[in-house]
């Protein structure tokens, strides 16, 4: 049995999140978290009508719990990638050895979050999963500056001299994060809590060939970057009409 949940903006303005879980009391506190952030939630309480909402109502993200009536976690998502289906998937357990981690990525999960957590996480693996299909993408999940063109939802960028590039997940995300605040510095502690998440912060060369690679894909010349600014001590600028690096 699947139970759906609204809120006052146009459902097809909003992603649509998909909790598979037989605890009743914690789908109903996500359901409702989930709502007030503005997400369209459909709940299904064991894997048998999970896996049938799954298919019918085609979510963009489906947060799976692992011990399920019917038919498992693991086995449910495990089927829907047999099937071709690539939507993201945050695993929530009870069992959260790292084995039990693996297991879950194994099985196709995006994410895995063990039981129990705060809800400020959740919310926060929630709306990082869904940026990853473009969700909260600028600029109508495109970006275009100095001839270039950024699709975030295809992971793309068209640049000026006619390449088409793929980009990876950490650019994309860098990239989104400088171009929501053009002309501004931000921080590196700040790239760091936005673009790395939950997951362990890098070191800071990591973060500077993130950058590096920015710049050989979309500065003109990367060694006198217009675009992609480093500010020594602060963290990093974008300007997408192009400003000469004062040395």
């Known amino acids: 049995m699947t139970a759906a949940r609204e809120t006052a903006a146009p459902a097809a303005e909003r992603p649509t ?16 978290n989930l709502v007030d952030e503005g997400y369209r939630v459909e709940v299904a309480r064991d894997g048998t009508s999970g896996r049938r909402s799954w298919r019918a109502d085609k979510p963009d993200l489906v ?25 993201p998937v945050l695993f929530l357990s009870a069992r959260g050895l790292p084995d039990d981690r693996v297991r879950g990525l194994q099985a196709g999960g995006d994410d895995y979050l063990p039981k129990p957590f705060h809800l400020p996480e959740f919310l926060l693996r929630v709306s990082n999963l869904l940026k990853r299909k473009g969700w909260g993408a600028p600029a109508g999940s495109e970006l275009a500056f100095g001839g270039h063109r ?15 590039e793929l980009l990876g997940e950490r650019e994309l995300a860098l990239l989104e994060l400088l171009a929501s605040r053009p002309g501004q510095v931000v921080s590196r502690d700040e790239i760091l809590d936005e673009v790395w998440g939950e997951d362990p912060f890098p070191s800071s060369r990591t973060l500077e060939r993130l950058v590096t690679r920015l710049r050989r894909l979309f500065e003109p010349d990367p060694e006198t970057p217009i675009y992609f600014h480093t500010v020594w001590g602060a963290g990093y600028r974008f300007t997408p009409d192009g400003e000469e690096t004062v040395p």
């Open 150 to 164: 950024v699709d975030f939802r295809a992971w793309t960028a068209q640049l000026a001299d006619g390449r088409r």
């Open 17 to 32: 999140v998909l909790i598979v879980e037989d605890e009743s009391t914690l789908a109903e506190v996500l359901a409702d």
């Open 63 to 87: 947060v799976l719990d692992v011990m399920l009536p019917g038919m498992n976690g693991y086995e449910l998502c495990e089927t829907m990638r047999q099937e071709g289906d690539a939507t």
